[in-house]
Nanobody
Framework: QVQLVESGGGLVQAGGSLRLSCTAS????????MGWFRRAPGKEREVVSA????????YYSDSVKGRLTISRGGAKNTVYLQMDSLKPGGTAVYYC??????????????WGQGTQVTVSS
């Protein structure tokens, strides 16, 4: 089994920044893509950003492009999401996920418990 633990959420004013972290433990050997998703109140969960196992490929949703940056730690079992110029629409529970394979064409398989991000106007 794989466990994912997110941290770094909180309350921030619009225009501010937060940095989310996610660390995987358990059966983490192998190389996997990882990503960040979010679920806003009353909405479906959506992908925010994702990164391939080697950081060679990244994805950002149109709504966050240019304001969020995904990166991986040196051990590849950690992923970060630097969030700048936050908007009230960014209020959501943010989830970390590990994909089934090395690239973004695979599917998310393991999920963290989520961390709340609240952006006040």
């Amino acid at each position: 089994q794989v466990q994912l633990v997110e941290s770094g959420g909180g309350l921030v004013q619009a225009g501010g920044s937060l940095r989310l972290s996610c660390t995987a433990s358990g059966r983490t050997f192998g190389n996997y893509a990882m990503g960040w998703f979010r679920r806003a109140p009353g909405k479906e969960r959506e992908v925010v950003s994702a990164v391939s196992w080697d950081s060679g490929t990244t994805y950002y949703s149109d709504s966050v492009k240019g304001r969020l940056t995904i990166s991986r730690g040196g051990a590849k079992n950690t992923v970060y999401l630097q969030m700048d110029s936050l908007k009230p629409g960014g209020t959501a529970v943010y989830y970390c996920a590990r994909y089934t394979g090395t690239y973004l064409s695979t599917e998310p398989q393991y999920w963290g418990q989520g961390t709340q991000v609240t952006v006040s106007s």
